[in-house]
């Protein structure tokens, strides 16, 4: 008979991790993430300089911008290589990729979760078009983020005379997961987590490789009743390790919201937002959301579509999802990210984004750091640090339509509303319309050729994307052209004769 995994502590757990060990580690900025496993792998580290020399592997971003989550991680000579999806939430990490400390790459998010499927079947890897003619693909870079990262972990393909991207498999030999029960034979349920995220192919690719499974969780039960609610079996988990007093908070923001593995027919209610720039371009851009849509909204500044739409009213007309994996529902901010307010499903990450790269988006309201007189939008190098691309290279390929969200410049901009007119009080110092970003995350050429249409959203100019590059099709009423928007500018848009934006985008309330 089969007998069930070690029951153990979080040190011996990660004691039986080896030097040189590719380590996957599941979760979505702070939730779903095993703190109590990366704190002792921390602990014993400092304490033992062992284990050495470990390649990290994980798809979305996990920490908190400051110690904890992968943040645990970031020491020289631990780790030897980073593949991860986004950096942003763990400075400490791009830290030592700016030092050049250790081997990094940034991938997409969606890549990296369906590429653990693929590792755990042992197959070459994961074959898409996702990345092409960003800096991820091979010859723009290959992703690699620093002069010590050298191999090639991407190639391109041609199939059938196109161009695809491979990503290539790596084996993976110690998993890093958490649910929120385990019974005897280690069989895991995730009742009390806010997303399913990619626990079972990391599982299931440690396993296939023979390496060992170490899953944190909330309690031990004597057994799960319900067959269909596990969500990885206990033939593959090796080690079960119950998260201490602090270790187990549902999210980085919450210890546990019921809101977030609960439906409801209820409408919503969100806070209302203070009037200011970032309520001029999420009233515009969620103009642009359609009856029916299925919509994906980034974190930061779209976040505020969804507070909008309860205060007017329209949350009930669209779909909200999350890359992580919830459907429906009010998508949660800060580091409760991932999560979802009753939502009405959860399914698995990478289910997520094989619908999200198959086109299931009609409409994905993003983010942008800096936009180029193609249309390409950088979201991941800027200002001495590595913040990576996340879910956004798979979003912005894929989605039907998409409205870029920034404001004009940046830095201390500060705007007024005055008789339904928009004065600058203070400008940015920063221009966001360059010439050319300096790292390619939606290339908008492609875009173009791919039927996308795409708007390009700030408090005082709408542009959109065509042939002949940015048109400018909307300008806030009381912003001057020739002193507000074409010297702040890096190059020309196509400028004919623009309309006035909707009055209702600088209502003051």
Avoid at 29 to 39: K, M, R, S
Avoid at 266 to 273: A, D, G, H, K, R
Avoid at 389 to 413: M, W
């Amino acid at each position: 008979m089969r007998g069930g995994p070690r029951i153990v502590s979080a040190e011996e757990a990660v004691a039986a991790i080896p030097d040189g060990a590719t380590v996957a580690v599941g979760g979505f900025v702070g939730a779903g993430h095993p703190e109590a496993l990366t704190q002792a792998l921390e602990q014993r580290f400092l304490q033992t300089a062992a284990p050495r020399d470990l390649t990290l592997l994980y798809a979305a971003g996990q920490g908190d911008r400051g110690a904890r989550g992968l943040n645990h991680l970031a020491h020289a000579g631990l780790l030897k290589r980073v593949v991860g999806g986004h950096w942003n939430l763990a400075p400490r990490l791009g830290k030592l990729a700016l030092d050049n400390q250790l081997e990094a790459y940034n991938f997409p998010q969606g890549v990296v979760c369906v590429l653990l499927r693929e590792i755990a079947a042992k197959r070459s890897g994961v074959i898409t078009k996702v990345g092409l003619h960003t800096f991820i693909d091979p010859r723009h870079g290959g992703g690699r983020l620093n002069a010590r990262t050298t191999d090639p972990l991407v190639e391109l393909l041609t199939i059938d005379g196109e161009d695809w991207l491979r990503y290539k498999a790596m084996p993976v030999s110690v998993g890093l997961i958490r649910a929120s029960s385990a019974d005897t034979r280690g069989n895991l349920t995730m009742e009390r987590e806010g997303l399913v995220g990619e626990v079972l192919p990391i599982a299931q690719a440690a396993h296939n490789h023979g390496g060992i499974v170490i899953a944190q969780v909330e309690r031990i039960v004597e057994r799960i009743t319900d067959p269909k609610a596990v969500r990885v079996p206990g033939i593959l988990v090796n080690y079960v390790v119950v998260g201490g007093p602090g270790l187990h908070p549902q999210t980085f923001g919450e210890d546990f919201n019921e809101a977030f593995v609960t439906a409801s027919g209820e409408t919503m209610v969100l806070p209302s937002l203070p009037f200011n720039e970032r309520k001029i371009i999420g009233r515009r851009a969620l103009m642009e959301i359609r009856a029916g849509d299925i919509v994906n909204l980034g974190i930061g500044l779209p976040e505020t579509v969804a507070a909008i739409a309860a205060e007017t009213g329209r949350l009930q007309e669209f779909t909200l999802t999350v890359e992580s994996g919830p459907i429906g529902g009010v998508p949660a901010s800060g580091l409760s990210f991932g999560c979802s307010h009753h939502p009405e499903a959860i399914i698995d990450q990478p289910s997520q984004f094989d619908f999200y790269d198959g086109g299931g988006l009609d409409i994905a309201v993003l983010g942008a750091i800096e936009v180029d007189a193609e249309g390409s939008v950088n979201v991941s190098n800027f200002a001495g640090r590595f913040a990576g691309v996340g879910g956004f290279v798979n979003i912005s390929q894929n989605a039907k339509r998409i409205v870029f969200c920034c404001t004009f410049t940046a830095g201390d901009l500060e705007i007024a509303v005055t008789d339904g007119r928009l004065r600058i009080r203070r400008e940015g110092r920063h221009a966001k319309f360059v010439q050319r970003v300096q790292q390619v995350c939606f290339h908008g050429p492609s875009a173009l050729a791919g039927g996308q249409q795409v708007l390009y959203v700030t408090e005082r100019a709408v542009f959109e994307l065509t042939p002949r590059g940015l048109h400018l099709i909307e300008i806030a009423e009381g912003v001057d052209l020739h002193q507000h928007i074409l010297p702040l500018m890096q190059f020309a848009p196509c400028v004919e004769r623009p309309a006035i934006m909707s009055s209702h985008c600088l209502q003051p309330s």
